[in-house]
């Protein structure tokens, strides 16, 4: 196996460190850095809160059409 060099070229990219600079949103790396463990601690409790939250927001902005779209929405699916 001293001589595969397949095998020469796969032990050599195993051993090859990648520096990868930390990411940033920019202004947003804040609010990110402050909401992403909630979300990891938690994640169905905030999709229903985030959910719910939404179609309350829904219903006031467009009134019983929301009630409307989502019984087409069930039809047609």
Do not use: C, H
Not at 4 to 33: C, H, I, N, S
């Amino acid at each position: 196996m001293k001589n595969d060099r397949v095998y020469e070229l796969l032990v050599a990219k195993m051993q090859e460190m990648t520096v990868v600079p930390p990411q940033t949103l920019g202004p947003l790396t804040f609010a990110y850095k402050r909401i992403v463990p909630y979300l990891k601690f938690a994640p169905w409790r905030s999709t229903v809160t985030f959910s719910f939250l939404l179609s309350v927001f829904l219903y006031f902005l467009l009134g019983s059409t929301v009630v409307k779209i989502a019984s087409l929405l069930q039809f047609g699916f």
